[in-house]
């Protein structure tokens, strides 16, 4: 492995740059710690928002983005053949020298200045000051608090640098950069980023969850023999939405047809109990959906039910992120029985798509990666067959980017031949678009997805933020988040 030098700063050095260094010694490296001198404190204002947000939102232990006492210096090994720079501005060397910006800047303030303004910064690893050789764009789950949604930026900045030291050690770093330098974002100090726009926000978020329903999706079917949303790019007309009771709600819609029917498999999600099921509607030869009913449920949550046929068998992929393992289940008795028949992989892996290219079985899923948000980090697992063995990618992780890491349904061909995966654009928020990407490339060395095509919302469909697509046959099916008053059916 690499002997690497990570400066860090001298006095007040970040929790986010701690664990990256545990990050880079659990990967084998050889690490030596040198320090760079100068004030590296966060202003007043900083520290008290943080702790406040820290106390609102009843966080535990240090954020990614708290002080701590000291990183000590060390020498290492060898000498250094990569050096990091996570203070920011480090002298220029005769070693390789990969610093990161934020927004734009050298200052990791920055990325809690961009979030309390109401920005999604773009951290980029920078080689000798001059060429990007990795970007990402992460998620902010919690765009309310600037606390918590800095914390998602400094989660990825861990997973950026190890990812782009992987790449290093393994001459896989771009020969080109990988985009222009971000230019810095709107100029500005904490203070009155935070006055003026995070904590009016913070409030806004406040009312609005003491009248409504923190989330609430509702689901979308049409059958129809007309081209989908996959091959026109719009949602269109046609759409009934499937009626719910109002204390749960249904999203994560998959079709699947057996012996004729058409029956939709949901994620069933209780208000009451805050852990989702998986139930499945049938679909009489009319058309119309029976009473929805619970066909698996385990001690933690689930979602994103994926079933299809292989192997002589029916089979279920459903998401089960809080249970930390992706686990395949076969049907005993379709459509209410099921049994776990393995585990494919260990991990918070979620929305994992299956899909079948070129004599292999791929996996595509976000991973949350230890901290941040589950939305914004692309990892792919490939295997000969269902029992696996899975195995990661060389590339992983693929990319960041809260825009189209997510996937959001199944793949599917269009009517010209292209491979299209849905995914989640989390611009908005979460759930806040979806959008249509293009496989390009597909194999144990590279895997290359174009940038996604927005659906365009416009129809009949009554929630035009949607998160999921899926079609069989004529059966089409998505999901968008609605407006629930508590303590009402009504949105």
Do not use: C
């Amino acid at each position: 492995m690499l002997a690497i030098e990570v400066i860090v700063p001298q006095s007040a050095p970040r929790h986010w740059q701690q664990l990256a260094i545990e990050r880079l010694e659990a990967d084998g490296h050889d690490v030596a710690v040198a320090h760079q001198p100068g004030p590296s404190t966060w202003p007043a204002a900083a520290k008290a928002a943080f702790q406040f947000e820290q106390r609102l939102f009843r966080r535990r232990g240090p954020l990614l983005g708290s002080a701590v006492q000291a990183i000590p210096a060390r020498p290492g090994r060898r000498p250094a053949a990569l050096r990091l720079d996570l203070a920011g501005d480090a002298a220029l060397s005769n070693v390789p020298t990969i610093g990161l910006r934020f927004d734009g800047s050298s200052a990791d303030l920055s990325a809690a200045i961009a979030v309390a303004a109401g920005r999604l910064p773009v951290i980029e690893a920078v080689l000798d000051r001059k060429t990007v050789v990795g970007q990402a764009r992460p998620m902010v789950d919690k765009r309310e608090s600037t606390a918590l949604g800095t914390e998602d930026v400094f989660a990825r900045a861990i997973t950026l640098v190890q990812s782009v030291t992987r790449a290093f050690a393994a001459d896989r770093l771009p020969r080109e950069a990988v985009a222009e330098i971000h230019g810095r974002g709107e100029p500005g100090g904490f203070t009155s980023a935070y006055l003026g726009a995070a904590l009016p926000r913070l409030g806004r978020e406040a009312l609005r969850r003491a009248r409504f329903r923190h989330a609430h999706w509702r689901v979308g079917y049409r059958f129809t023999d007309a081209p989908g949303v996959a091959d026109t790019g719009k949602l269109g007309t046609g759409w009934s939405v499937l009626p719910d009771p109002g204390d749960h709600f249904y999203a994560d819609p998959f079709p699947f047809w057996w012996q004729g029917q058409p029956f939709v498999f949901v994620e069933d999600y209780p208000h009451a109990t805050g852990k989702a099921v998986i139930s499945v509607v049938p679909f009489d030869a009319d058309g119309v959906p029976g009473e929805p009913r619970v066909v698996l449920e385990e001690a933690h949550h689930l979602s994103y039910p994926q079933v299809f046929e292989r192997d002589g068998a029916i089979w279920m992929l459903p998401e089960a992120s809080a249970g930390g393992k992706l686990t395949l289940y076969r049907a005993s008795g379709f459509p209410d029985s099921w049994l776990a028949e393995t585990v494919l992989v260990e991990g918070e892996i979620s929305d994992a798509t299956l899909f079948e290219h070129e004599g292999m079985l791929w996996l595509f899923a976000t991973d949350r990666d230890g901290h941040g948000s589950t939305s914004d980090t692309l990892v792919i697992f490939s295997a000969p067959a269902l029992a696996g063995p899975w195995r990661p990618h060389p590339a992983n992780p693929v990319l960041i980017d809260h825009r189209m890491a997510r996937p959001g349904g199944a793949f599917v061909r269009n009517r010209d031949g292209r491979v299209l995966l849905p995914v989640q654009d989390g611009t908005l928020g979460y759930g806040g678009g979806l959008g249509l990407s293009k496989l390009l490339e597909l194999n144990q060395q590279t895997v290359r997805l174009s940038p996604p095509r927005p659906i365009d919302a416009a129809g009949d469909f009554p929630y035009p933020k949607i998160h999921t697509l899926n079609r069989a046959g004529r059966l089409e099916v998505i999901d968008g988040i609605a407006a629930v008053r508590k303590r009402s059916s009504k949105q």
